[in-house]
Each structure stands twice: as C-alpha cells, then as structure tokens.
C-alpha cells in the first residue's frame, strides 16, 4: 500500500488517530514522568507512613531537615537521589534558636525540637521557613506506605511503555528469522522450525514466562526478556506462512532464475511484503506484553520494590477495594485497561487499514 494511501485512510480513521495520539501521549509521560510527577525521588518512592491511605485532595504542612550537606542532584532518567527527611507535620512553634514540631498523626502528642544550626546556616525563621517548611499537596492522595499515588503512575508508566517496546523487538528478531528461514528453505528446515513452534505453542504461556523468570531471577530486566522469549511464535507462525505463499508469485521465481541469491530474494523482494500484518500483530502483542507484565507483578514476580508498576500497585492495595478506598486499586487498573484498549483498537484499526481488498 502506497504510503499517501495509507496516511489518507489512517487520518480518516478516528479510532485509528485517537489510539495514536493516547499512546503517544503516554509514552511522553513516561519519557518525562520525573519532571511531571509531584515526587522526583528516585522510583517516588517517599514514605511518610503517618498520611498513609489519604484520600484525593489531601494536603499537610511539611517540613524538609537536611541530613547531607551534599546538594540533592536530579536525573532525568532516575529521579532525585533524596538525601533530606521530610516530615509531615501538624503543629509548629519556634524559639530565638530553634524550633518545635509535632508530628502528623503522632499519638503520643508532644513536639521534637531542632537547632537552627541543622538549616544549613540560616539563622533566622523567615529565612528557614521560606525554604524547609512549605504545604504539599496529593492531588490523588497518597498509598499504604504515604507515597503520592499520582507519582507512583506516572512513573510506573514507564515498565508498561518499556516492557513493550522491549518484548515486540525480541519476538520480532526470533520470530521474523525462525518464520523466514522455515517458509522460505523448506524441507527439514521447516519441519525442525515448525516443531519448535509447536513446542513452545503446546505450553501455556504464563507458565513458561514464570519459569522463564524464575531461571533468570526476579528484576526489571528478567521480566523483559522472559516476555519476549514466550511472544515470538506468533510471528514466526504469521512470517512462515507469509514466506512460504510470497515464494510461489511469479516474479519470485523469476529472480531465482536471473541468479539472485536466496539472501537477496527473501530481504529485499519477499519480508517487504509482510511488513503490514506483522505491524498489526506487533500492536497486539504490544497489549499482550503489557498485561502479562501487570500479571506477573500482580504475582510478586515481576519489578521489584521499590520500583512502581501498575500491576504491583494493584497487588498492594486490592483489599483497599472492600476497605472503603477502592481508587487506590482502580486507578492503576484503569490505566492498564486504557492502554491494552488502546493498543488493541490500533492493531484493528491498522488490520482494516492495510486490508487492500478494502
């Protein structure tokens, strides 16, 4: 399909278009989820267990004691390495050289005292309290550990966006060159590939992905390449069956005839032509490595704490759904459910849009 065609149609397809745009826009929140989450430390991974479980909206005065006199360095890529305490606080008086506090929620109701001199040389209260004491708000409220829940996903979205990426790529390098070199050398060849295929597809795929991981180890990393390895069947059944109908076509064979090797033939003259089904069975197993991952976190063996991911933080709050705060289970759910959906409509919006009997 001409490639203005293809613009043409796709522009005109608005599911298609709103697909696109969501999973684009989550994708820049993932690739800037430091800078936009309300808690830049490192995973948002700051606890304050006495606002724990916080409804949306809440809001506490807090105070920052410094605790290195190293200067907190931020990175784009992995936060903020948080070297300060931050303590919620609900009461607060001061004296000529230091000051009272009250802890949030403290049942044994009697205040700390800490020295200006902890203030880095600030001496004054204007000038400490302009810089340590300021209000934060949880505009989703906060989880069990009194994290900030919308900084827990927004980061989060980062496993979700990459496990994909990451999973598509290794199962189209194993299944684009097993479907290849099966459909188009034939023989034993195939029947050693097919095979294997069958094996792999005999077994349940969330049983192999657990053993997968278990073998590899628990981590971020692990999770990523066990999906990929259980996702490759499925395209190299799709190019095996691709490789070995292309072949038959005429000009095919007038190639082989002319002498162009078989490297030639298959590269240039046949995997073009099944560029447009495996982009559609990409987007599907786009969604598939996305809810596997949420899965297996949900089972305590995907990305490990502290590092959030959204199947995780369903694990850690689903008895929240009969505890009276269901939002703190719902939310990441919601956002697993709105990304499958809209990787599952973009891989049927591109199936009708590459159909060139349409």
Known sequence: MELKRFLKRFKSDVWALGSTLFI????????????LAPDNTQFANQMHLSIHSKPPGFSCQML?????????????????????????????????????????????????????????????????????????????????????LLSRLLVGSRISISIGFVAVFISLTIGVFLGAVAGYLGGWVDRLILWLINVVWSVPTLLMVIAITLALGRGYWQVFVAVGLTMWVDVA???????????????????TVLGFSKTRILIKHILPLVVAPLIVIS??????????????????????????????????????????????AILPGLAIMTLVLAFMTLGNSLRDILDVKN
């Open 237 to 255: 059944r799709l190019v095996r069956g691709q490789v070995k109908s292309i072949k038959e076509a005429l000009y095919i064979q007038a190639g």
């Open 24 to 35: 684009l826009l989550i994708a820049l929140v993932a690739l800037f989820a430091y800078v």
């Open 283 to 328: 987007a599907a197993n786009f969604a598939s490595a996305i809810l596997m991952e949420s899965g297996l976190s949900f089972l305590g063996i995907g990305a490990q704490p502290p590092m959030p991911s959204w199947g995780g933080m369903v694990k850690d709050h689903f008895r929240y759904l009969l505890l009276g705060k269901p939002y703190l």
């Open 64 to 148: 920052l004691i410094p605790r290195s006199s190293e200067n907190e360095e931020t990175s784009f890529l992995s936060g903020r390495l948080n070297t300060n305490e931050e303590i919620p606080i609900s009461e607060i008086r001061w004296s000529a050289s230091s000051l009272e506090f009250k802890r949030y929620g403290n049942a044994t109701d009697y205040f700390e005292t800490i020295s200006f001199d902890q203030f880095e040389g600030l001496s004054t209260q204007q000038e400490i309290a302009s810089q340590y004491l300021y209000t934060k708000r949880f505009l989703l409220g906060t989880d069990k550990y009194g994290r900030d």
